[in-house]
């Protein structure tokens, strides 16, 4: 079983090194693609034969829509269809040189990953080879999974997502469930800071 968030990702690359951000329309190219970590880990594990169930949110919107289409070879039962939310984007605008100049994520749906829509699969959940669980996920949710995963010996497999995101599950006693965490380098400073063992390079 794999939880987590799924995005339509847009990248803006702009055809020169230099952008001018005062109003203008810089050249460039404008990429679609889908992304989000949880859909990233089941679409890989779908096409390497595994199909795990995915748990996730997305809005009742054209881009839902793209999203269930292109994703049809995965297991979608567990992707909750939200009236009133939009389905999480996340925009990267980059130069010509490719430098990531500037993000923006419109990603509430993400908290409504809840415990409550979660425990609708506890079933799955208890008989799951293994349970992958990303960053963007509420911090209860975390804690739920953990644990179910904890009085069901059942491996956890914790994707921290971003450094903003890694240490939610060392901010309690769930990372105790995790067995796991593949975090790059600022992630894991981030973790050790919230565990107060270093300080920031």
């Known amino acids: 079983v ?8 847009f990248i803006a690359k702009a055809s020169q090194d230099t952008m001018e951000f005062g109003g203008q329309t810089n050249p460039g190219q404008v990429h679609q693609s889908f992304g989000g970590v949880g ?7 779908s096409r390497l034969g595994v199909g795990p169930l995915f748990i ?4 009742q919107d054209d881009l839902s829509d793209s999203v269930f289409r292109y994703c049809a070879h ?5 992707v909750a269809h939200l009236k009133g939310h939009n389905t999480a984007t996340y925009c990267a605008v980059i130069s010509g040189s490719g430098d990531l100049s500037l993000g923006l994520g419109d990603m509430e749906i993400h908290q409504q990953i809840t415990t ?3 425990s609708q699969f506890a079933d799955r959940l208890r008989k799951s080879s293994l349970l992958c669980i990303d960053g963007n996920v509420p911090v209860s949710t975390i804690q739920y999974v953990c644990e179910v995963a904890r009085q069901n010996r059942v ?12 240490s939610k599950p060392f901010t309690s006693n769930s990372w105790k469930g995790l ?8 992630e894991l400073l981030s973790i050790n800071k919230t565990l107060g063992y ?4």
């Open 116 to 118: 409550k829509h979660v």
């Open 155 to 166: 491996p956890v497999c914790y994707e921290p997502t971003d450094i903003d995101k890694a």
């Open 198 to 201: 270093v300080e920031d390079m």
């Open 56 to 59: 996730s949110a997305v809005g």
């Open 2 to 9: 794999v939880i987590g968030g799924i995005n339509v990702d």
């Open 179 to 186: 067995t796991y965490i593949s975090p790059n380098l600022k």
């Open 39 to 45: 859909r990233n880990l089941a679409d890989c594990m």
């Open 74 to 78: 995965m297991d979608m039962k567990g």
